[in-house]
């Protein structure tokens, strides 16, 4: 592979063009080679005249491409990065990397067969006061978690949901909980380790979707601490989101950019991102910070051969979680993440 590593996007709307913009801070290390979807206008505006518009189907078979980014609807992610790997591809896919576990589980053993790079965007856990948090309780300095929360409070209108027809589907991942919630699902799953039992109910309460727009969920840890998790797309004018650890050595609330509690004796509070936007009430208003970050991660990784610092694996035990919750609040009942398939 050349020094100058190439990528194409596969769906340059809302979520390729941040990825677009990106890797454009990180040129000319990584060039824009191909996209789908969007318009030369699109790519020019994020910083690639030259870069070719493709079909889909061409998109992992096209010259120069080293990297597929996966910026598709949710529904097809699985299937995206599944050709990108068959034809010998790195992927990076935009959360969620599948929406059911099987999926999620057939791109694993595909990299590997492969012996491809596959990477899933979880930016967050690149922000600085999440790293310091869990460098923090990997080293013991804030004890042990007794109880954890997260809460993503947004509002969405009923122009987002028009906007594409996904968004309103439950079939297509257009939940609150999988589509706004999984970033702090992600987060509180990466902080507090494996999750061993779920319960949860979910609802729409304020829009005419398919979709849940309101879920709620209790977790219990492996480590025997509990959790909990409220996601909704319902709530005006919106919120930024939120987690909680209470420790037996004190509290720690992390906002999205910010450090809104730190009372540890002993432990100051690390630095905040404070550059990062909250999407509460306006999806465009998130920044490409944390994917700048995680590309530069992604690019670095492929150049020396090392695992990505998120990876495939990472984004499949998050799908395993968000599934056990849907499950749960199908059935009425308690549903262990590990009995899934």
Not at 130 to 145: I, N
Request: with cysteine; net charge negative; hydrophobic share 45%.
């Amino acid at each position: 592979m050349s020094a100058e590593v190439g990528v194409a996007i596969l769906g340059l709307g809302g979520i390729g063009l941040s990825h677009a913009r990106a890797l454009r801070e990180l040129a000319p290390a990584v060039r824009l080679s191909a996209y789908s979807g969007g318009t030369p206008a699109r790519a020019a505006e994020a910083g690639w005249p030259d870069a070719v518009r493709v079909e889909p189907e061409a998109l992992v078979h096209t010259a120069g491409v080293d990297v597929v980014a996966v910026c598709s609807p949710s529904a097809v992610h699985a299937e995206h990065a599944v050709a990108a790997l068959t034809a010998g591809r790195h992927v990076v896919v935009e959360k969620p990397l599948a929406l059911r576990v099987s999926d999620a589980e057939q791109i694993l053993r595909l990299a590997v067969e492969r012996d491809r790079l596959a990477a899933v965007i979880s930016q967050r856990r690149l922000e600085p006061e999440y790293a310091a948090v869990k460098r923090l309780l990997d080293e013991g300095a804030l004890g042990s978690v007794r109880l954890a929360s997260t809460h993503v409070h947004w509002w969405r209108d009923d122009g987002y949901y028009q906007a594409a027809q996904w968004r309103g589907s439950m079939a297509a991942g257009g939940g609150s909980l999988m589509n706004q919630g999984v970033h702090n699902v992600d987060l509180l799953r990466w902080l507090c380790g494996p999750v061993v039992e779920v319960t949860a109910q979910y609802g729409t309460v304020a829009h005419s979707i398919d979709a849940e727009d309101t879920t709620v969920a209790t977790l219990r840890f492996a480590s025997g601490a509990l959790g909990m998790i409220s996601t909704s797309t319902a709530t005006p004018p919106g919120s930024p989101a939120t987690l909680t650890l209470h420790l037996d050595r004190g509290v720690v609330e992390l906002g999205q950019g910010s450090i809104v509690r730190w009372e540890i004796d002993g432990v100051p509070a690390p630095k905040a991102a404070s550059q990062i936007a909250s999407g509460a009430a306006d999806p465009t208003a998130i920044g490409i910070a944390g994917h700048v970050e995680q590309w530069r991660d992604v690019l670095e990784a492929i150049g020396t051969g090392r695992p990505a610092a998120i990876t495939a694996s990472d984004g499949a035990e998050t799908v395993r979680l968000l599934c056990a919750i849907y499950r749960a609040a199908e059935l009425g009942r308690a549903v262990r993440p590990e009995e899934l398939t």
